[in-house]
């Protein structure tokens, strides 16, 4: 049965982002990391620094951290802010 | 001619004795085209007395007074003099209604005329309850005293706002419109986008508390690099430090 509610429960997708599989072999092909992770390990690890970021949301919305952190909307919203910040722009429209 | 000179031309005519006005309405109803004329020119006055009853609402004191002849000659076609009734008390309803006719006609929003008469007799029962009481009436108070639903006079009163011209200025002054006070839907609210600001200026401060591994697996994750062997960090985060 196709869900329905992806907006709350999948996960963002990105035109050139990677998945999880993909982001273990390359931490280990860089030497990143001394052995090739689980890929739900990396999830993990993308987890927990997308709970962090979450925090002044959570504080905001009356959410939990953990269910704003995995929000797709906010992930989408973290990348939109993350990449305007890499590139140096400074207006970000959430 | 000015309004003026038809007041003058009016207060020529001599009111009619009730003989006098039985005989005109006679001859007037076997087809006598003058006595018709001598009728309606001698209650002109009447009219005219009518339809500056009818001056507060905002329409032209000629055009109501033309109105009110014209329901005057209709008063005179339509006259049984027979029934022993003054002529004035059957062109009073005539007069009023033709009147009250051309106001429903000439206002931005219409009416039909049945609404525009309650709404009519809404107004008045408000100016009255003011000048006994020295205050407007509640809606639930004025439906009892008018016999009617509390909901059509709610409705009735909300479509009997007068419109205004937007661009017309506040205190007729120059300056601010009223067009001015419309809040534009369509911008941001400023509080809001304060808000957003503020969330954004805190999650670029939650940067820096991210460890290396779990930076680079977003970076990752996001694709926010050319090169995925490229190691840089986000450059408000760690490079920060």
Not at chain 1, 28 to 53: A, C, Q, V
Not at chain 2, 109 to 133: H, P, Q
Not at chain 2, 155 to 162: G, S
Not at chain 2, 198 to 215: G, N, R, V
């Amino acid at each position: 049965m196709a869900n329905k509610k992806k907006h709350e429960n999948g996960y963002a997708t990105f035109e050139d982002g990677k998945g999880f599989r993909e982001i273990a072999e390359i931490l280990h092909d860089t030497g990143e990391t001394p052995r090739k992770m689980r890929h739900t390990s990396i999830r993990n690890y993308f987890l927990r620094g997308m709970e962090k970021l979450a925090e002044p949301i959570a504080k905001q919305s009356g959410r939990t951290v953990r269910e704003v952190a995995r929000d797709p909307r906010f992930q989408i919203a973290m990348a939109e802010i993350l990449r305007s910040n890499y590139h140096g722009k400074s207006e970000i429209d959430l | 001619m000015s309004t003026d000179l038809y007041y003058k031309h009016v207060g020529k005519f001599d009111l009619l004795t009730k003989q006098q006005e039985y005989d005109l309405a006679a001859k007037a109803a076997n087809g006598c085209t003058r006595s018709r004329h001598l009728m309606v020119e001698h209650n002109l006055r009447l009219a005219l007395h009518i339809a500056r009853q009818y001056s507060k609402t905002k329409c032209p004191m000629e055009e109501l007074i033309a109105e009110a002849n014209v329901g005057l000659c209709k008063a005179v076609e339509k006259f049984d003099h027979t029934k022993g009734f003054r002529f004035s008390t059957y062109a009073t309803w005539w007069i009023k209604q033709a009147i009250l006719r051309y106001i429903s006609r000439s206002t931005t929003v219409k009416f039909a005329s049945g609404a525009r008469n309650k709404i009519y007799k809404i107004n008045i029962a408000r100016k009255n309850y003011y000048e006994e009481f020295g205050c407007y009436p509640e809606d639930t108070e004025l439906a009892h005293l008018l016999d009617m639903d509390i909901r059509e006079l709610s409705e009735l009163r909300c479509a009997n706002q007068w419109p205004i011209n937007l661009d017309q200025p506040i205190n007729s002054e120059a300056g601010r419109t009223y067009g001015d006070l419309i809040a534009d839907d369509t911008l941001p609210d400023q509080s809001e986008r304060l808000d957003h600001e503020q969330i954004i200026q805190s999650i670029k401060a939650k940067l820096t508390d991210l460890k290396p591994l779990e930076e680079r697996v977003m970076r990752l994750r996001f694709g926010i690099t050319d090169d995925a062997n490229d190691t840089t960090k986000f450059p408000q985060s760690r490079s920060n430090q």
